[in-house]
């Protein structure tokens, strides 16, 4: 039987689709995103809660010429099914194919790129702002999450658009959880959508009352009137967005396709500033996301059926579990250390620290920037802040990073996850600057490990620092190497020597060492005889060995970071400051471009930063040194 | 007669003062204030409008046990004067003299170091925090004005606030009237006070009604009771900090004494999470700050009698008004260049744009991220923007313009004013590491004029290009030199050559140019023969032109930025690509440490980045090459 899915290329068809047809097309439109996921991982249980209401956008609107803004991108699996690519559907988030996030360059039907959150606001503020100035008509929708709304960027967002107050739709998405479970005073706000109804009786019960009474001045009639309106402010969500200006329609059900299509239809005749409430259920309609939709938030595959996940490759513990590990036990040591995260205290591996220490640990949503000012605070009040981030999720605090912690010299501890490429989620949540614009901020310790084992000593050291320390670390399994049971701090600015070699020497930072000394090894049995340095610190440097390796005349650094400005850099840098000319150095990183998606294996041997790739460029800067000797 | 104020060496002894004397003192904090400033220049008027509060908290509050932290901090010279610094108080803002912000270096009474905006919250969240851990028993009081209220940071801290529902007093110092014009929907909700008289009026009205009718049944006296606390809710601004937990007190008259007491003596026994807005006067007690406050927010030395500012030194343009100028006259041209700022049209040159474009000119209040991903919405709907922020606020907004402009490749202009040592405001505000960090972003075309004239090209050429770019330029006057009329782009990745010389070469960027050509004349006269570029493009180089100086032997860079990872390094990288061993480098510029404050002349005289200093290290350069040839 042919699905109505196959025969949808453009989205303006389901205009002629039956209230039956569409409810077919959410059941189609689930069973691909499941299927496809199970195969190639993806954000599963965001993109199976927005299926109906993706539907009833393209259904009520025109897309492409309404702009339809996707917060934070990961849930918008069905628009992309329904925009042109469920063809290329199975490329998913693979290197090459389709990304799983919003992209303006695959589809017209993409109006912005995303993939942090909290944008689609401000974004849709321009566009309403820009059709307006261009005398256009087209309406402008930006789909945000409740956990997105949480970030401050969507504060500053609503309260221009409250100003403007320009015809801009907000949907807000709310399934009563972000990422893992909801955090603030916003979300309890929301919350009280549970009691609306007992309002909305109450408030009849006022108005037959008011109704009855015939002796009403006119002045108290005014105020039963703004008593009316206000109970319907005061015991509903909407008072927060009423207060910015915004007309507040909701909450309504986000999986009933006639009330969605009835709410948006109207709210297409408005021209004002409106924010629909909008409630669906994460992982809607795939009972084994349904239950742990933290889990099939962003998952890799797993088995349709059992809603098993498959198990990866190795069996070593994760760099994100090492230091979820050492924090609870250094916790258990020091009662001044505390831990912070925003919206991740899973993908940060702080959840057996948070049940440990709950009083001690602070999910404060999605909210770096507080994130990193609140652990500031808290470093002068005589505590120890650990706050961990995915890397490119830093980049939201760095005004804060530099401002509030390095400027006062106060010892917060950054542990950055997910640095480096981190795979399929591409170039919006790769880490690969945090080298580059951390090394400029002074007074911060800098350092990444080599293995997991490692880890766990650097988070000792950082911990032991009186300032500011970071310390980063990939996404996935460490090395499996044995793990010590001793903890000491690390002498700081001390590299590691782990091979001697004549013939020059190859600087690695993290995750890169372990490619280099098998680089190294593969080069010796060709004869060629490399030293290998695990620099542990990016900054400060070890200036020391750094300068005897470089007397060899060649140095290759090798980082998981763009090579602007990053540990190859700062080689340069301390080179020219100890007048060190003639020294060959061969930087070895990301390009200054943006990485795609990809595994990161596979990105990194693109790029030549695995075992082969270093290996290949010290050979050929080795024969080239020959060849003009 | 001995003043109150000479008497002070403790806030503890307000606490024994009359509430006479405490008028006498608001008075002599004043006159102190206004005469320091008008010889140093300061932040006169935020100081002056937050005086009797000032007064208020150490009368009522122990600091430091209990901790006030305030919000940008350019409010605090009454807490300096009354916590030990009133002797030294006559240095502020001079080099080597106290901060024009709290410093912890300074004082115990400064708890949080502050400049940047929106901090206050989410440090005192922190402070709070960390005294419940503790069980310590003291008071946390972040005093936030209604401008800095808008930026998403002090959302954040709301929204975690709220929900901890910890003991934390905000004071929100509402003056309507951030840096310049307040904005955004905020500021029309906090405007809503002055109803709140009549609305105090008719609550009374409906009470009284509600208690004489006696046939209410239990239900709608309930609904009466919760229909009385909406209307408070819903007409006063409370209604927006209630929806996020907080307990809501005021307005109240900012520099009523006894009032301000009374409020702080009944909030100091509460427990919760309170917010008491207090309403200010910018200025107050000073007519001609009061007459202009956005003048006298932060103000050049001036006259006390007449509140005239005292002239410049020099007669010529400063970079600020010839970039306003310029962008007035290319949206003449161009109907889809748009302008964009954060709280600072004076400061950024706007106005004049905002005058003849209101309709192209948008001030996102203090709200820099808006601002940048605002921009992005507005160039995928086909606009130019150019978004002018101050260097060191441009980190706020680092992942926006990561993410949302140059990941998509949009053609966003930042015209980033005050980069570069700012002077007086001191570390917080100097803008010295934006070449470090944009460098680090994929895509980002970045420029730096070495004069005024060039300012305009490179604004021309920055919004001729199809993607982003950065244009970054000093505080202060330009050179005086001619003004072409005729406006050209530059070719992209150009240097401009101004002088030969077989002895090295001098690559100077933006302001550093002149004080290069300069040294180059100074060391002719002494035989030494110096080449100079003008780099304009940071990013992309002019590698033809920079490779061919380099076989000179030797590079001087030199650069109005922090040296790791700035202009020279990419020098550095430059060479290292080329495989241009053998160069000597020397790379001049603010060293890996926060610059302290001063006159901008006297720092860039302390850090070897005047004409003298270029000139001496290029001397010794080239000394040592002759001494060693
Ligand atoms: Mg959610
Ligand atoms: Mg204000």
Request: proline share 4%; charged share 25%.
């Amino acid at each position: 039987m042919p699905s109505i899915l196959d025969g949808i290329t453009d989205p303006s068809q389901l205009k002629a689709l039956s209230l039956r047809e569409l409810e077919t097309l959410a059941q189609e439109l689930r069973t691909r995103i499941i299927e496809t996921c199970s195969a190639n991982g993806g954000h599963v249980a965001p993109s199976l809660g927005v299926v109906e209401l993706t539907i009833a956008l393209h259904r009520v609107f025109d897309s492409p010429k309404d702009k339809i803004v996707w917060d934070v991108g990961h849930q918008a699996y069905a628009h992309k099914l329904l925009t042109g690519r469920k063809d290329r559907f199975g490329t998913l988030r693979t290197q090459g194919g389709i990304s799983g996030f919003p992209k303006r360059v695959e589809s017209p039907h993409d109006c912005f790129d995303v993939g942090h959150s909290s944008t689609s606001i401000s974004a849709g503020v321009g566009f309403a702002v820009g059709r307006d100035l261009k005398k256009a008509r087209n309406k402008v929708l930006a789909v945000i999450g409740d956990g997105a709304m949480t970030g401050g960027l969507a504060f500053e967002g609503l309260n221009h658009a409250g100003e403007l107050n320009k015809d801009l739709v907000v949907i807000l998405n709310d399934n009563e959880m972000s990422i893992s479970e909801n955090v603030g005073a916003l979300s309890n706000l929301l919350s009280r959508t549970i009691t609306s109804e007992y309002v909305h009786r109450a408030k009849k019960d006022l108005e037959a009352f008011l109704e009855g009474v015939p002796m009403f001045g006119r002045s108290v009639l005014k105020i039963a009137k703004r008593a009316e309106e206000s109970l319907k402010t005061l015991f509903t969500p909407g008072m927060l967005f009423e207060a910015f200006g915004f007309e507040y329609i909701g909450p309504i059900d986000g999986h009933d396709i006639p009330k969605l299509l009835e709410t948006l239809e109207n709210v297409k005749r408005f021209d004002d500033a409106v924010l629909i409430h909008v409630l669906t259920r994460k992982g809607k309609g795939y009972p084994p996301a349904e239950a742990n939709p933290s889990l099939f938030h962003g998952v890799g595959p797993f088995d349709i059926k059992t809603g098993k996940v498959h198990k990866g490759k190795g069996g070593a513990a994760s760099y994100t579990g090492v230091f979820g590990q050492t924090i609870k036990r250094l916790a258990q040591e020091d009662d001044r250390v505390v831990a912070i995260t925003a919206a991740m205290p899973d993908g940060t591996g702080l959840t057996p620290f948070a049940k440990e220490f709950p009083e001690r640990f602070f999910d404060v949503g999605i909210a770096e920037q507080h994130a990193v000012t609140f652990a500031a605070g808290l470093a002068a009040e005589g505590f120890k802040p650990v706050v961990a981030l995915y890397s490119s999720f830093l980049q939201r605090g760095f005004d804060q990073l530099c401002h509030d912690v390095c400027l006062q010299d106060l010892p917060v501890v950054f542990a950055i996850d997910r640095a480096g490429v981190v795979g399929s989620d591409g170039p919006t949540h790769h880490g690969v600057f945090d080298l580059s614009y951390l090394r400029a901020v002074p007074g911060l310790t800098i350092m990444a490990p080599k293995d997991e084992n490692e880890l766990q000593h650097m988070l000792v050291t950082a911990l032991s620092l009186d300032g500011p320390a970071a310390l980063r670390y990939p996404r996935g399994n460490g090395l499996g190497v044995p793990m010590d049971q001793i903890l000491t701090p690390l002498a700081v600015g001390k590299g590691e020597r782990l091979r001697d070699g004549k013939d020059g020497a190859i600087l690695a930072v993290g995750t890169m060492v372990e490619s280099a000394r098998q680089a190294a090894a593969a080069l010796a049995e060709e004869g060629i005889e490399v030293a290998v340095m695990n620099a542990r610190f990016v900054k400060p440097l070890d200036t020391e060995l750094i300068l005897e390796l470089a007397r060899t005349g060649l140095l290759i650094t090798v980082e998981d970071n763009v090579v602007q400005g990053g540990f190859g850099t700062a080689i340069l840098e301390l080179l020219e400051e100890h007048d060190m000319t003639g020294v060959r150095v061969i930087r070895l990183g990301y390009p200054d471009s943006f990485v795609e998606q990809g595994e990161q294996a596979d990105l990194k041997a693109a790029y030549g930063l695995d075992a082969a790739g270093i290996a290949r460029s010290v050979r050929e800067a080795c024969q080239g040194r020959r060849a003009s000797a």
